[in-house]
């Protein structure tokens, strides 16, 4: 016998097959004893499900916060994050290949394309001296230890990946912090120079005040764009797991600098503002010079009785007879004893012939006239 129902289930569309089957299932179940008891346990399936989702998610974010503690990561770092943070944060996850494997590889994956965008200028107040000082040795210790024989331009890119770390929630929040992230341990440390015996090594004058130079030009304002918001690099004879994950910005000398995938390497993520004081790290003794904290808002202690005004006058000139020298004063003597000498006669003058039309003068005798006339 045909139904109108099994009309429909041949000739209709899907929907009306759909709901055809739903009306049987829904008469079928309706006159069961049992549907009562398969809507309960339903019903326990779907609280019990989840509940488990979310304790395996509060559990999972549990496991999340202890693997970025153990890593040196803030637990605030989201979930999606943490594997590739992971990779990042291991020096040692680099493929086990030569030098010129490694260069070969470095050329294969491709620059990015997207425009570079410069961060902004990070600058330290000039009041926290103490915070100050300690953050020029560490960055300049990164910069000397990292990259001393790159060019100005080399270490300031160096200077900025510290400075775009410090402004990243993954990261610490101070200059120090960075730089020193993870240096307890043989391996995991963000900068090698801090856990393989680099520091052993006592930099040159000329390369430490070099590298200051370039840590103090970055903590003033000065920003390398080039580089924009790079947070990784590594040099160009390895290479490391997480380059492919990253967005490969740029190579100044033999560093290539990465900046995160996503929103996380835009300028919205670096809003992380600089911590409040500056960690002292014991490494840094045998470079940092000595400065006592100076407490600048302490007032001076005034003195317990009246400071009489200090009036100022000029005393007389003094006059200072200087007495000669034994032998020099005899010499003066003898001198002025001797007779002075009369001056040397003047030599005499040109002959001038008298003019013979001149009369004597009374007393003198006649002069005799030239034979030779005067012209007249």
């Known amino acids: 016998m045909t139904t109108n129902e099994d009309v429909i289930l041949t000739g209709s569309t899907f929907v009306d097959r759909i709901r055809v089957v739903a009306r049987r299932l829904g008469a079928r179940m309706a006159f069961s004893e049992l549907t009562p008891m398969l809507v309960s346990l339903l019903g326990v399936l779907f609280i019990l499900s989840l509940s488990g989702a979310v304790l395996l998610t509060q559990r999972l974010e549990e496991l999340a916060g202890q693997s970025a503690q153990t890593i040196g990561l803030p637990a605030s ?29 470095n050329a294969g994956l491709p620059f990015s394309t997207l425009p570079i965008l410069a961060a902004k200028p990070f600058i330290i107040p000039a009041d926290r001296l103490e915070d100050y000082t300690r953050a020029v040795d560490c960055l300049a210790a990164a910069v000397y230890y990292e990259a001393a024989s790159e060019t100005t331009e080399g270490q300031a890119a160096v200077a900025q990946v510290v400075l775009n770390r410090v402004r990243h929630p993954a990261y610490p929040s101070t200059v120090c912090g960075v730089v020193f992230q993870g240096s307890e341990r043989p391996t ?40 924009g918001m790079a947070t990784h690099y590594h040099t160009d004879y390895v290479a ?20 995160w995938a996503g929103t996380w390497g835009l300028p919205g993520a ?16 045998a470079l940092s010079a000595p400065l006592e904290a100076l407490d600048l808002t302490a007032e001076l202690p005034l003195p317990s009785e009246p400071i009489a005004p200090i009036i100022l006058r000029a005393p007389p000139p003094a006059i200072v007879v200087v007495e000669p020298h034994e032998e020099h004063a005899a010499a003066v003597h003898a001198a002025a004893a001797a007779p002075v000498a009369a001056p040397p006669a003047p030599p005499p003058g040109p002959t001038i012939m008298a003019s013979p039309l001149t009369p004597p003068q009374a007393g003198q005798p006649e002069r005799r006239r030239s034979r030779i006339a005067t012209p007249f």
């Open 77 to 105: 770092v989201p979930m999606v994050q943490q594997r590739t943070l992971e990779f990042t944060l291991s020096p040692d996850e680099v493929m086990p290949i030569s030098e010129d494997e490694a260069r070969a590889f």
């Open 188 to 227: 995991g440390c963000q900068f090698s120079f801090t856990c393989d015996g680099a520091m052993n090594r006592v930099p040159s004058i000329e390369g430490w005040a070099r590298a200051k130079a370039v840590a103090s030009s970055a903590l003033n304002g000065s920003v390398a764009a080039g580089v």
């Open 240 to 259: 490391p797991y997480w380059a492919e994950r990253l967005v490969k910005m740029r190579q100044i000398g033999a560093h290539i600098f990465y900046r």
């Open 270 to 285: 670096f809003t992380v503002r600089h911590g409040d004081v500056e960690p002292t790290i014991a490494q840094m003794a």
